[in-house]
Structures are given as C-alpha cells and as structure tokens.
C-alpha cells in the first residue's frame, strides 16, 4: 500500500469517526410522550377556562382573562415550531459544512509537491 493510500485511508477513518461522534441521533417521539403530552396541555387549558369562568367578577375581566389566554396559547405554539424551524435549519447547515469537510478531506493530498 502506498503512503498516499494510506493517508487517505486514515483521513477517511477519521471522518467517518468525526462524523458518527459528533452527528446526534434524534429519536422519535413515542405514542405514549405524545400522547401524555396533548392530555397535559387539554387539562391545564381545561382547568384555566374553568377557573376563569368560575371566577367571582364581572363578564369584562374575564373576556380580558380568556383573551391573554388565547394570546399565550398561541404565542407558545409560534415559539415552538421557532425553535423547531430554526433547529432543523441548523441541521442542514450543518450537514452541508461536513459534506464540504469529507470532500477538502478526500481530495487533499499531504505528499504532492508543490508545481513550480
């Protein structure tokens, strides 16, 4: 084997360890969080509607109580899929820069004499 083969064979090996290291698995969600997860948020939502309406005061406190309400709900669901958006734009960035890495890996050669 060549010294060159060899380089390469060691550049490639680590990359590859670099890129199984360093790359995140993420898991699905199982039926079981999903689901506990949506019963959670329809009983918080159910018990603040409750205690609104239940609330001793006059119909205008509790209109201005279930319209924050209904703002919160809302802007808690734009800022989740924010978080979401921008992780998996991370991704992809970051999937690009590695697949540049393997390819400036692969294709330098330490041993080449510089052309004079």
Known sequence: MS???HVLGI?????????SSSHSVQRPNTTAFFVQSAVAFGLAL???LVGIVRLPVGQWERGFLALGLIFVVSSAFTL???VRDRQE???VTNKV???RIDKLLTEQDPFELPKA
């Open 80 to 82: 989740a899929k924010c």
């Open 97 to 99: 820069d590695k697949a």
């Open 89 to 91: 734009v991370e991704e």
């Open 3 to 5: 010294t060159r083969t």
């Open 11 to 19: 550049a490639r090996a680590h990359s590859e360890r670099m890129t």
């Open 46 to 48: 159910a018990a603040l």
